[in-house]
């Protein structure tokens, strides 16, 4: 019984090379037009029709200015405002671009210090922030404070603080603004985010959304400048 081999002079014929090469790039062009174009156009459609807000990032627009993002932190060091959680981003030295300094709420370069439980830098930072923190709300050297005023959150861009952090910093916003603090704390309950469903998360309160609102209902001198 003898066996049928190809020859190595064998030719592939032409015809059978198009019959390849055509699924293949009937395929591609497919898989890219329904990827690459019919399913981004159509999330971005729903999202502009169910979500718009959220979908173009959640902006807060004040006399036709986009002043920030509801989900995306500020730097706040003035007395009269409220302090969000502190931020470990970083940047881009404007001295030397092969090296980084510190950027707080750099929405460019989302992400935390990455440090241990255990590295001393980051306690370190986190005896550093506690003394600042103490300092500027008139608090006792051993008085507790709230983790979210001297840890950063994963993003470096949490726009959050707790309430107990926010109800803290009110004797400090009250005597900046020459209010009473019933009437800041009062705002701060108002303004609060309560947890999802009554269950989810903690109860906290937009710190941007916050200082706006005490500019409008409590203005305090520096700020009307």
């Known amino acids: 019984m003898s066996r049928i081999t190809a020859s190595p002079n064998a030719i592939v014929r032409p015809d059978h090379q198009t019959s390849i090469i055509r699924p293949v790039l009937s395929s591609a062009l497919l ?15 729903v999202a502009q029709l169910l979500m718009s807000d959220r979908a173009n990032g959640s902006l807060v627009i004040r006399h036709d200015l986009a002043i920030g993002s509801e989900v995306i932190g500020q730097q706040f060091t003035l007395p009269e405002y409220f302090h969000g959680r502190p931020s470990a981003t970083v940047g881009t030295d404007p001295s030397d671009s092969s090296k980084t300094i510190d950027q707080p709420y750099n929405a460019a370069s989302s992400g935390a210090s990455n440090q241990g439980a255990l590295s001393k830098k980051l306690l370190d930072a986190v005896a550093g922030r506690a003394a600042t923190y103490r300092e500027e709300n008139g608090l006792a050297s051993t008085a507790l404070i709230p983790v979210d005023a001297v840890t950063a959150s994963a993003s470096g861009l949490d726009p ?25 704390l009062a705002l701060v309950s108002e303004i609060a985010n309560r947890p999802q469903l009554g269950l989810l998360g903690d109860s906290r309160v937009n710190v941007l959304t916050l200082n ?6 409590l203005p305090s001198p520096s700020s009307a400048r």
């Open 31 to 45: 898989f890219m037009l329904i990827a690459g174009i019919a399913y981004p156009l159509a999330t971005t459609a």
């Open 160 to 184: 959050d603080i707790s309430l107990f952090n926010a109800r803290i910093q009110a004797k400090r916003i009250a005597t900046a603004r020459g209010v009473s603090i019933d009437r800041v």
């Open 212 to 217: 706006l609102t005490l500019d409008q209902v």
